[in-house]
């Protein structure tokens, strides 16, 4: 069974092990110390005491101009995913997403949003089927990081973004 929580110091070392990110040595340190600082809640799927996924409540919303502008009291479910591959379909993604709208409900917010890559229609089906809706609103959803060997890259996704309407 799977389940669901907050992030906490000692779950790092485990996320590095079971969840890679390739180029990206600090990508789960640097999750949890925006949870510190409270512009964010990490969330971790676990199955069988070990992380299968994470996604990140940011709760001042989306960061592209272009989606707060619209949508500027909106917390964005980001960076989503579950790992192994072999593991995707089996309700680890709904579990997250679940966990993630039952704490913006929890702080009294009534929508919740989320971006979907352009190239990732697996995801922007689980999205549409548990109700999120196309809000029209296209961007690039731009990030940082940086490398094993401190190289800096600048990343630019073309993705769309999504809403779901929140009922208490």
Not at 1 to 23: E, F, K, W
Not at 97 to 115: C, D, K, N, P, W
Request: proline share 7%; hydrophobic share 35%.
């Amino acid at each position: 069974m799977v389940t669901v929580r907050p992030c906490q110091h000692q779950d790092i070392a485990a996320l590095q092990t079971h969840i890679p990110t390739p180029g990206q040595p600090a990508r789960h340190a640097t999750r949890f110390e925006r949870q510190q600082d409270g512009q964010s809640t990490f969330l971790i799927a676990w199955l069988d005491n070990r992380p299968v996924g994470a996604g990140e409540i940011f709760w001042n919303g989306c960061t592209a101009p272009e989606i707060n502008k619209h949508y500027p009291t909106c917390p964005e479910l980001n960076g989503l995913d579950v790992w192994p591959p072999e593991l995707r379909s089996h309700g680890i993604g709904t579990a997250l997403i679940s966990a993630a709208e039952s704490l913006v409900r929890q702080r009294g917010f009534h929508h919740i949003g989320l971006g979907v890559d352009d190239e990732n229609s697996q995801a922007a089906a689980l999205y549409l089927r548990l109700g999120y809706q196309e809000t029209g609103l296209r961007y690039l959803d731009r990030y940082q990081y940086t490398d094993n060997d401190g190289n800096l890259y600048d990343i630019a996704d073309p993705a769309r973004f999504l809403v779901k309407q929140l009922h208490p």
